[in-house]
């Protein structure tokens, strides 16, 4: 089936109105990096840092991780590449760190909650991050922040480093760019300000449709019980992405759905511009963006919403049946 998108791989995924949509690939392993050239990607919209850090069974060292940035920097060869910090806790545990007892590790300590707790490791990766970009540009974002202060103090910490690299005779990155996952509902009702101070905003809907329908993702027996093409849950991205177009902030979504074709499509209705997915998702993906009409699909949705379905998903399709595809 991959053989069929081959062709597509140079061409850019725009509708048939002209809406040119940016897909970006999600990484974070170095079995990933030759995917950069064979996907047609056009950047990596998220790379993991934390599968390097789950794949070990100790703590990698910072010289090590400066190794493997830089590989990543290479291999994107002048391509964006945005680095999220450290995501651990809840789901991702690593073995040589004691794992703390929480009841409900989702909503626990984890991510930027560590981060900003214990600095050590994180500041460790930052360090990292500077030297491996050493004269490039330089992307990263921060997991899992639910409020302005949390974004804010992981700038800070941006920021420190810098100095102190600096201060050490390193060489910085040509421009850094900070920005953070939205992966709570609370941070899309966060201060204009907040949004005026990210470089960039990058959607994590696996964690940001788990709590807003308060459904564990990693629970088979409520994972799916909720569409993401729920007319509510269509309306906090598209009111996410509105928000980032008055501050003019740019905004991607990189969790899962973005890597299935007909919920890529609606996001892009949303007003979505950039997604981020799995490698082989990016040609189907771009294959049914090459065939769409974005306008007419947003009347479809916004018809859809306005009739009060719970989810969009029919209406939606039955306008592609209609597509002579
Ligand atoms: C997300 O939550 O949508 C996301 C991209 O991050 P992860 O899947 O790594 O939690
Ligand atoms: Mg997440």
Redesign the pocket.
């Known amino acids: 089936a991959q053989e069929r998108y081959v062709s597509l791989r140079d061409l850019p995924a725009v509708t048939k109105d002209g809406q040119r949509i940016e897909l970006y690939m999600n990484a974070g392993l170095m079995a990933d990096l030759p995917s950069m050239e064979s996907s047609g990607a056009e950047g990596v919209g998220?790379f993991?840092t934390e599968l390097q850090f789950l794949i070990r069974n100790r703590m990698p060292k910072r010289g090590e991780l400066v190794d493997i940035y830089a590989r990543v920097l290479d291999a994107a060869n002048g391509r964006r590449v945005q680095f999220r910090t450290l995501?651990i806790g809840s789901d991702k545990v690593l073995p040589y760190m004691k794992a703390s007892d929480e009841p409900n590790p989702a909503l626990g300590w984890r991510a930027i909650r560590v981060g900003l707790d214990k600095p050590g490791v994180m500041r460790m990766q930052l360090q990292a991050l500077i030297r491996a970009a050493k004269g490039r540009p330089l992307t990263i974002m921060f997991p899992m922040v639910a409020q302005f202060d949390e974004f804010r103090a992981g700038r800070e910490h941006v920021f420190r480093e810098l100095e102190r690299e600096y201060a050490l005779g390193h060489i910085m990155p040509e421009r850094v760019e900070i920005g953070t996952?939205l992966?709570t509902p609370s941070l899309a009702y966060a201060p204009r300000q907040f949004y005026e101070m990210a470089d960039f905003i990058s959607i994590?809907?696996?964690?940001?449709k788990q709590f807003f329908f308060a459904a564990d993702r990693e629970n088979e027996r409520v994972r799916r019980r909720y569409d993401t093409l729920n007319s509510s849950f269509l309306s906090l991205i598209e009111r996410i992405v509105e928000r980032c177009d008055e501050a003019g902030t740019d905004v991607s979504f990189?969790?899962e759905d973005a890597g299935r074709p007909v919920e890529a499509l609606c996001f892009a209705a949303m007003g979505l511009k950039k997604l981020s997915m799995r490698p082989a998702s990016i040609g189907p993906v771009k294959s049914l963006l090459r065939r769409v009409d974005l306008a007419e699909a947003r009347e479809v949705i916004s018809s859809a919403r306005e009739s009060g379905v719970q989810s969009v998903r029919q209406s939606v399709m039955d306008w592609l049946a209609t597509q002579g595809r």
Request: glycine fraction near 24%; aromatic fraction near 0%; include cysteine.
């Open positions: 998220l993991r995501d996952m992966e994590g809907g696996n964690d940001l990189c969790g």
